[in-house]
């Protein structure tokens, strides 16, 4: 089975902390994503990769950058968190093969005070 | 630009009632048709997926029809189960000339079923 794991389910920062999100996939996809979760906006991209060292903004980017230095790993940053950045993150990955199926991780809360 | 618009939630429905969950899209050319299932505590999971026009999707006893026409992805069930209670998603990935796909998510429509 396809595993997308994501370093913490939960997380509590402070406005203007640096916060790094975690995703590893072990299925050697090349493409990987980020999203963000509200209520009543459904899933936004965020970033995504679809090689090593390669990104491209989604649709809402700002605030945030990303890191792929590993075709595995593909990390979000939130370089100084705000409250409107209060959310849950979902990260995914996808094989090139298969285009369109995309494999999500079980997602990290996340509360900016 | 490319967009999916689902029906508002809750759905709230007794076991082994029929299920619709509506859903429609907008987009340029031919795109693919998903339905996504979150269930609590979880990540999202491919629930079904239809490629073409009059392709029919299924799994777990959940169906959808690509309709052209009405441009529509709707999700049934014949008789839901309380184990079916989750948010679930219809999606598009808009054609595109590269080796990945994008996915353009509705807002979700959660579903409650009770015993």
């Known amino acids: 089975d396809v595993k997308v794991t994501q370093s913490s389910r939960y997380l509590v920062k402070r406005t203007g902390e640096k916060v790094f999100l975690e995703c590893v996939q072990d299925?050697?996809?090349?493409?990987m994503f980020w999203y963000r979760q509200d209520p009543g906006l459904g899933l936004r991209l965020i970033y995504f990769?679809?090689?090593?060292?390669?990104?491209e903004k989604g649709d809402i980017p700002e605030g945030y950058s990303v890191s792929r230095e590993k075709k595995e790993r593909f990390s979000l940053i939130l370089e100084s968190a705000s409250t409107n950045q209060t959310s849950m993150y979902l990260c995914?990955?996808?094989?090139?093969?298969?285009?369109?199926?995309?494999?999500f991780g079980p997602g990290t809360r996340l509360l900016v005070l | 630009g490319d967009s999916v618009t689902q029906m508002e939630g809750p759905v709230t429905l007794s076991e082994e009632a029929f299920l619709t969950i509506n859903c429609t899209y907008t987009?340029?050319?031919?795109?693919?048709l998903f339905w996504y299932v979150q269930y609590p505590g979880e990540g999202l999971q491919l629930l079904l997926k239809?490629?073409?026009?009059?392709d029919k999707g299924s799994n777990k006893g959940f169906e959808a029809t690509y309709r052209k026409e009405t441009t529509s992805f709707h999700l049934e069930k014949g008789s839901v189960q309380v184990s079916d209670s989750a948010v679930y998603f219809c999606?598009?990935?808009?054609?595109?000339?590269?080796?990945?796909?994008?996915?353009?998510f509705g807002t979700g429509t959660r579903l409650l079923v009770s015993p």
């Open positions: 990769s679809y090689d090593v060292k390669m990104k």
């Open positions: 999606a598009l990935s808009p054609f595109m000339n590269t080796g990945f796909q994008k996915l353009v």
């Open positions: 299925m050697d996809h090349e493409n």
């Open positions: 239809a490629t073409k026009a009059d």
């Open positions: 987009a340029t050319g031919y795109p693919s």
């Open positions: 995914a990955s996808s094989p090139t093969s298969e285009g369109e199926t995309q494999y």
